[in-house]
């Protein structure tokens, strides 16, 4: 017997409830047609141009690498994914249109979209998806797909079963093989496509744009596609991405109308854009998360009421309105913030309480406080400086003394997971790939649970959500509780953009989604 | 006084062997540097997301895990064939896009130079033969100033004034590589404020320094015209204080290319660099490092090869130290 389960496609089955309330919907639109006020179609034609400050000569067209911010935007405008991952992680349909899995959840099988063409109008068959899978899975492709298929998938086991359908047979149950299929490194390429092909040829996906120009570390241009599946889509004519290192630059480019989107900006921007009324902050909540780590087994940190009283230290509210503008919210410290459809609803933040906090470093031996004999390295990423500051200054209110050191660009060869006490920056994840990832290769704090072992295997033992959520609850609050992370905050990526700009979506797959945007 | 064109041969052939040791010790320098820093170009070739796994597959495939030393060597034979390597982070080769980008630095480095030389000699005379009155106090104020402002600063006044005031030039010079020549005009603006205030305070004191040289004096109680006076007896003698100044402003230009070009995020040498060392890109790095310390001792090169044509004590028989 197969379990068809989460077939997430916009044609959902027609439940009586679902047809009661389209139908409402529907004469709810009629009438507000008839008076004319409803909201108008986006406005088609026009060129975007979006600034980037992260691009690097080291950049390519090998869409298997896509090692900044610049990279994934431009690779996911030209290619699509398999499946497609909102922005709760849960996957919907992309190039597949729906899916189904075993009880066991080792076989696989995916139904593709009709239709679907080539920039250079071949079709797309399940072919194309079985080689893309493989050539993304290759040991030498590193990716990050691949890393967290070949555990449970022999590419051997990937099959077109005929032309619009794939099947994966797994050698061990995997129940996120869908979410897997929606990460930005699953990209689908034509059959036969080679490393030496992206490197040196024209780029050929069935993206909503169609590849124009390419230099390294400057510009990208992409013109729509006008055969691409989603009906309609996109609207523009044609995206520009250009590259300009300094912060100072972009900002003017964006107010003197040379831009219509700035990526990834400083947060100290808000304050420039107040009384613009034809630019805005483009906020994305919660995509990051800027913890303290602390390694478990290093004094003092190997000491729980140490880590407690950091937790008790910080002020979580002070935090969001100084370091990250009031575009924060609240965090748990953990990896994942109070809005991801696992958490668990009852689990509140800890409020500042520094005699407590004190009193637990009192227990710990440390009744004068305790100057740490190692410093705060911070990662060099916008924002971070002001966190580490505030996190300095709060934590020396109750005690904890330390100073901070920029990492600088070395900071992940020379400073993750060896010094003790870091500041780095994570990209928001779905909780199986992020514990998954804390769990083992990237455990900054050497923190070690049976417990939380247990309901990360119970989670991923099953495809039921609210089992899955169960667990998952137990793994944050563990995390929150008794892990080596301070996480004040959940920290935003913010953009700014100019008011005609409307449509952009920012992601966690691609980061900045054009397909839909258009400049009214 | 006999010319000894042997004793001018000599000493450029000297410099030139020294020149290319120079280019060599730095390769080296560069090269251990990079070797010795805790560095890995995986993570900007994959990003932070990188398993251990994933790295070591990497490493292989880009021979990262080649010792040093037969790298060098790898490498070293390579440049002298003229093949610069492939970038360990991108994996395409480095020399098209070394010669794409150390043109576009040429026309920004070379635009900016003849245009301070072109707006700075004409002040500095003026001001020097007027030294001490209001135009000259001014001139040089003014040249005082802009020298002591660092370059990011005075690229983002220019900023301001014309992309967000007047609105007149693009804030990108990306425009560039398709030809748009107004991309080139703010980052060129940056560089030649500072190039010409320094050309214009070395020129200015050269040529007051000459103007009151006794042969100057008695050409004057001779009755020569001014103008004669001045192209004829003084500015062959304060060229040679001139060409130095403007060798010494090209290769101080070149620093200053780094931070105008991240700026206006010209796609120069200047820019290559730093991502090259943002993405831990060795061969990258070294390419660069070896064509801009070539290019800083050519131009050496050419500014020993001026003063030893515009100085004739210096290529006449047994003068100078040896007398």
């Known amino acids: 017997m197969r379990d068809r389960h989460d077939v ?129 899975m290759r040991k030498e492709a590193a990716t990050y797909t691949g890393s967290l298929l070949r555990p449970y998938l022999n590419p051997d086991k990937i099959r077109a079963v005929d032309d619009a359908t794939l099947r994966l047979e797994l050698e061990k149950k995997f129940v996120f093989v869908a ?186 031996g440390y009744p004068n406080g305790v100057d740490l004999p190692f410093d705060l390295v911070t990662v060099a990423s916008l924002g971070v400086n002001n966190i580490a500051q505030v996190a300095k200054e709060q934590l020396a209110e109750i005690g904890v003394r330390f100073k901070i050191r920029q990492g600088g660009p070395t900071f992940w060869d020379t400073a993750y997971l060896k010094e003790p006490f870091i500041l780095p920056d994570w990209n928001r994840r779905h909780p199986f790939e992020i514990y998954g990832l804390l769990t083992s290769t990237e455990n900054m704090s050497k923190f070690k649970n049976p417990e939380l072992e247990a309901a990360l295997a119970a989670a991923a033992a099953t495809t039921n959500f609210n089992e899955q959520k169960t667990q998952y609850a137990k793994v944050i609050r563990i995390t929150a509780e008794q892990d080596g992370y301070v996480v004040p905050a959940y920290s935003p990526r913010l953009h700014a953009k100019s008011a005609k700009l409307q449509g952009v979506r920012p992601n966690f797959v691609s980061f900045l989604d054009f397909s839909a945007a258009s400049l009214g | 006084m006999e010319l000894s064109w042997a004793r001018v041969t000599g000493t450029l052939l000297r410099r030139t062997a020294l020149a290319a040791l120079t280019v060599s010790i730095v390769s080296l320098v560069v090269f251990a540097a990079l070797n010795i820093l805790p560095a890995d170009p995986t993570t900007a070739a994959l990003g932070a997301e990188a398993t251990p796994e994933m790295r070591a597959a990497y490493r292989r495939l880009m021979n990262l895990d080649v010792p040093p030393i037969p790298r060098y060597l790898h490498w070293a034979e390579g440049m002298l064939r003229g093949d610069f390597g492939i970038s360990v982070v991108s994996r395409t080769p480095i020399g098209p896009e070394l010669a794409q980008r150390f043109a576009l630095t040429a026309i920004l480095g070379v635009g900016s130079l003849l245009l301070s030389v072109v707006l700075a000699l004409p002040l500095a005379v003026r001001s020097a033969r007027r030294a001490g009155r209001l135009i000259d106090v001014t001139v040089s104020a003014a040249a005082i100033a802009v020298s002591a402002v660092p370059e990011f600063v005075v690229a983002i006044g220019v900023i301001v004034l014309f992309v967000s005031n007047l609105r007149w030039f693009p804030v990108s010079s990306n425009g560039i590589i398709e030809g748009d020549l107004n991309a080139l005009v703010l980052p060129v603006l940056t560089l030649t404020l500072g190039a010409a205030a320094y050309v214009f305070r070395h020129a200015r004191v050269s040529v007051v320094e000459t103007m009151s040289a006794p042969y100057v004096r008695t050409a004057v109680l001779n009755g020569f015209s001014p103008a004669r006076i001045l192209w004829c007896h003084v500015m062959p003698n304060a060229a040679v204080v001139v060409v130095n100044a403007v060798a010494l402003n090209a290769i101080t230009l070149l620093s200053g290319v780094i931070v105008v070009e991240n700026v206006f995020g010209y796609p120069g040498l200047g820019q290559l660099l730093v991502q090259a060392l943002v993405a831990n890109d060795f061969p990258k790095i070294e390419a660069v490092a070896v064509v801009t310390t070539t290019l800083l001792v050519v131009v050496n090169l050419l500014a020993d090869g001026s003063v030893l044509l515009l100085d004739p004590r210096l290529r006449t028989q047994g003068a100078g130290a040896r007398r």
């Open chain 1, 8 to 136: 997430t496609s916009d044609e959902r089955l027609i439940t009586r409830r679902g047809f009661l309330r389209a139908a409402g919907l529907t004469v709810g639109a009629a009438t507000l047609a008839a008076r004319g006020t409803v909201e108008a179609q986006p406005k088609k034609g026009g060129v975007i141009r979006a600034v980037f400050s992260d691009g690097n000569s080291g950049d390519s067209l090998l869409a298997t690498k896509m090692p900044n911010t610049w990279t994934p935007v431009m690779f996911l405008t030209m290619y699509d994914t398999i499946t497609r991952l909102d922005n709760g992680f849960q996957p919907r349909p992309g190039l597949a249109e729906s899916w189904e899995s075993t009880n066991d959840a080792k076989t696989w099988t995916f139904h593709l979209r009709k239709g679907v063409k080539f920039h250079d109008a071949t079709p797309l068959t399940a072919k194309d998806v079985a080689y893309s899978l493989k050539f993304v």
């Open chain 1, 179 to 364: 979410n897997v299929l929606g990460l930005r490194y699953s990209l689908v390429f034509k059959d036969g496509t080679a490393d030496n092909d992206l490197l040196t040829k024209k780029p050929v996906g069935t993206g909503p744009f169609v590849f124009k120009s390419f230099t390294a570390g400057q510009a990208f241009a992409a013109t729509r596609n006008p055969s691409y599946w989603d009906e309609g889509k996109p609207y523009v004519d044609e995206i520009r991405m250009v590259n300009i290192p300094e912060e100072a630059s972009k900002l003017q480019a964006l107010q003197a109308n040379q831009a219509d989107l700035v990526a990834y900006t400083d947060f100290a921007l808000t304050a420039q854009l107040k009384g613009d009324s034809a630019h805005e902050p483009f906020p994305f909540k919660e995509a990051a998360w800027n913890g303290l780590c602390c390694n478990l087994t290093v004094e003092p940190f190997n000491k729980p009421q140490v880590i407690k009283a950091m937790k008790l230290g910080v002020d979580r509210q002070q935090f969001i309105d100084t370091a990250f503008a009031g575009l924060a919210t609240m965090g748990f410290d953990g990896p994942v913030p109070g809005s991801d459809p696992y958490f668990p609803a009852d689990l509140k933040p800890l409020a500042r309480d520094a005699a407590a906090a004190k009193s637990l470093l009192k227990g710990a």
